[in-house]
């Protein structure tokens, strides 16, 4: 299939998934955005203004780094980090916000409002908003910018939002080729919404020798019902506006979610996964609190990173894939963002001796 098949959406779907499913009044809105992105995103001046601020505020190209302390405690494997904790603010979302702020500007939206579960998000949009002079919050559709965090909500956002994070994915394949001219075996990042995966996968699509791993949270395990895991624990249903996997009960009302990852925590994910998952293009598993703090540990003990508890879910995932590949595998982690957030969330010494750690190989099937 080629790249255009698989990642175009025709008519705002990804297959079954997608669309937009939005109260008539912002039918008008979703429109002019998207005529407005695929204006933008064909215009080399637009191109070359968002490769300046990557550049120079969000700080890209990030680093590929080899970890191999890590590589070494999983068995002799080559493990890479793409290091989006480099990014300005900590994370990958600059990379969507900083995108979308310069879009809201050629629309001359002045006005710049967004939702936020995770802070990450907020702090990402607040930033934009300082950088680029746009301050109010308020809901006037004529004259404001709804900055969606990642590839969810009704068609163009999981489009536009995967086009602004593909750079993480673009970037990585060719700093990874660079390294010995060869692909990775194996491709893991966590997934919320999905923005830091689709992001990274996006360049690898039709690199079919390369397998491609999504990690939910499974928070306190599956069966508990206390996880964020939407396409391995949920069923196809409709969240903000779009036709995806999401956390429900029978009555289709969506389920509270759990996960010590603030940025895992989502009842849905983006349509584009559940299209990805259907293909059988990408894998998607999901490791629990429990594993993914152990990772956490681990890789501030090893490698001296502290990594977002979000990617520590990957982290724990890569350990897993490490194992089955053997000495020699090729494995590539998407580091969506740093850890220094997190540490009120890390259980102290005392806590921790309260919880039976079963360390960063074992695997929780929930
Ligand atoms: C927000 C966040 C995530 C989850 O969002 P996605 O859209 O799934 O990428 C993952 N990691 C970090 C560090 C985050 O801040």
């Not at 175009?8 to 407005?36: K, N």
């Not at 879910?313 to 580091?335: D, M, N, S, T």
Request: net charge negative.
């Amino acid at each position: 299939m080629s790249r255009g098949a698989l990642t175009h959406p025709v008519d705002g779907r990804f297959g079954a998934f997608g669309g937009q499913y939005v109260p008539e009044t912002l039918m008008s809105a979703l429109q002019e955005l998207e005529d407005m992105w695929h204006e933008a995103k064909a215009d080399p001046q637009f191109q070359l203004e968002l490769a300046g601020h990557r550049r120079a505020f969000i700080g890209r190209p990030t680093p590929l780094y080899a970890a191999t302390r890590i590589g070494d405690h999983f068995g002799g494997t080559h493990i890479h980090f793409k290091r989006e904790d480099l990014c300005h603010t900590g994370a990958h979302k600059l990379n969507n916000a900083v995108g979308q702020a310069l879009l809201a500007l050629r629309m001359g939206k002045k006005r710049i409002i967004a939702e936020t579960g995770a802070g990450q998000h907020g702090v990402a949009t607040a930033t934009v908003c300082a950088r680029f002079g746009i301050r109010d919050w308020v809901t006037n559709v004529r004259t404001t910018h709804y900055i969606i965090g990642s590839v969810v909500g009704p068609h163009p956002y999981p489009e536009m939002v995967r086009d602004l994070q593909r750079v993480i994915g673009d970037e990585a394949r060719e700093q990874y080729m660079s390294l010995d001219g060869k692909l990775p075996d194996v491709v893991v990042a966590c997934v919320g919404g999905g923005s830091n995966a689709i992001g990274i996968f996006t360049a690898f699509l039709d690199d079919r020798d390369v397998s491609l791993v999504g990690v939910e949270a499974a928070g306190k395990g599956i069966r508990s019902g206390e996880h964020a895991a939407s396409l391995v624990g949920g069923r196809p249903g409709v969240l903000h506006g779009s036709y995806s996997y999401v956390l429900q009960d029978g009555d289709g009302q969506i389920l509270p979610t759990h996960s010590i990852s603030a940025g895992l925590d989502y009842p849905g994910v983006g349509p584009e996964h559940a299209f990805l998952r259907e293909i059988e293009r990408v894998e998607y598993v999901a490791v629990s609190d429990k594993d993914a703090l152990a990772a956490f540990k681990l890789c501030t003990r090893l490698e001296g990173i502290i990594p977002a508890l979000e990617p520590s879910h990957a982290i724990h995932h890569a350990g897993v894939i490490a194992r089955e590949l053997g000495p020699g595998g090729r494995i590539l982690v998407c580091l969506s963002g740093r850890g220094d957030k997190d540490m009120d969330s890390i259980p102290t010494k005392s806590e921790a001796e309260a919880v039976t750690s079963r360390g960063p190989l074992d695997v929780d099937e929930g």
